[in-house]
Structures are given as structure tokens and as C-alpha cells.
């Protein structure tokens, strides 16, 4: 029989931002990462990091489930973080069907099956599924309607499944980090301000992680906001 590891992770959209760092804080918490992406090739992790890259698209419902269930027959998984995401800003009517559906199934459906996938071992190992949302999960989002309705519903999903799940000893957590300087916003026509102040690190949503987890046996943080001192963004020069 294969040996079992004690304390596995799974995390997903973990090649850059705000994935790749909490993989590396879970990594030197003592955990087996097992981190979800389309490409590693800017990955910098050694062995002795244990973390192990795993190339999948999370839109790929087949063969992420078998990622997955190959991952927990090995392993005990005790986390799990659904971080992968995408945006796409604008009018809502700019957008196109192709765009609303990348969206939802990104951030909001590849989530649900994730953590289907895993709760019944979750709930064996007293687990965290670790959801990171969006402040824009809880305000108006004109110019990018779509993207905050898909962050809504993944923290509506977190609040329901606690309460489904609490029971069992099952930890969920929502994180809703604000402006984070990653490349999540690619797409948009802004970016995060120029003074420190104005934008989170990926470290610092790492950083939460790994406070959620030092809280005592009993305590669940069930929902987190993130937010730079200052509130500034900057228009990106038109193409």
C-alpha cells in the first residue's frame, strides 16, 4: 500500500498571484500542495518546497475530477482553496456569451464541483474549503456586473455549505481579498494604483490563510475582507 500523507492541500489557479503564494505559505506549513494550473513554466518552486504542480484546466470537468480523486486516494486531503478565477470588465452588453460563461464556470462552477468532489474526505479530516471571492461579492458592480455576480455566488455557496457542513467538523472560510496587484485584471481597462497603499499582495492574502488556520480548534473565521489602506486605481492608456 501507498503511504499516506497526513496533511495534503489542493490548490487551484496555483501558477501565479495569489495561488502560487498560498501554495508556498502551505508548502512551508508543513503540507503537500498539490497546485491546479494551465502553466508552470514561470514557477520557481524546488522539491524540497513540496509542492507539486498539477497542469489542468479547471474547465475541464473530466479531467479535473480525475485529477482530483487521484489526489485523495493517495492523500488525506485537509484543504482545500478554490482560488482559480477569472474577470472581464465592461458593459455588461460588451460582453459576450463565450466571456459569461468562462466566467461562471471559472469562478463559481468549478468551485461546486471541487468541493463535491472532496467533502466527503473533507468531512472525515475535519478539512477547510477555503473559497477566495471578491469584496465586489457584497457591493454593486457597474462595469463588471457579471464577474461580482459570480463572486456573490460563490460566497453565498461558502455561507450555505458551512452551515451544511459544520457539523461534521468541516471548516469553509470565504476570503474577499479588494485590489490585489495580479494579473487578474489583464482584461480590464484599469489596473491597481501606484502607491503601495493602494493594492494587496498576494503574500498578504496568504498571509490570511495561514491565520485562519492558527485559530484554536472550535473557532471558524467564516468570512474575511482584505482591503488596502487607500482606494485608487489607474486607467490603463487606450490601445
Known sequence: ????????????????????????????????????GRDFGKAQWKAEDHIHPIICDV???????ACVKQIASEHRVRILVNN??????????????????????TNLEAPMILTQQLLRQLKENAGYVINISSVT??????????????????????????????KYGVKVVTISP?????????????????EPESYLLPEDVAGAVEWILGQREGVIVTELALKPQLHRMKRKPSK
Open 1 to 36: 500500500m501507498e503511504r499516506v500523507i497526513d496533511k495534503a492541500a489542493i490548490v487551484t489557479g496555483a501558477s501565479s498571484g495569489i495561488g502560487y503564494a498560498v501554495s508556498a505559505r502551505l508548502g512551508a506549513l508543513g503540507y503537500e500542495v498539490f497546485g491546479i
Open 59 to 65: 474547465l475541464d470537468t473530466d479531467q479535473l475530477c
Open 84 to 105: 482559480a478565477g477569472v474577470g472581464y470588465y465592461g458593459l455588461h452588453e460588451e460582453l459576450n456569451p463565450d466571456k459569461i460563461k468562462k466566467l461562471v464556470r
Open 137 to 166: 461579492a457584497g457591493q454593486s458592480n457597474p462595469h463588471g456586473c457579471a464577474y461580482g455576480a459570480t463572486k456573490a455566488g460563490l460566497a453565498s455557496f461558502s455561507r450555505s455549505l458551512f452551515d451544511e457542513a459544520r
Open 178 to 194: 479588494d485590489m490585489t496587484q495580479t494579473n487578474l485584471y489583464r482584461n480590464a481597462n484599469f489596473r491597481e494604483g501606484d
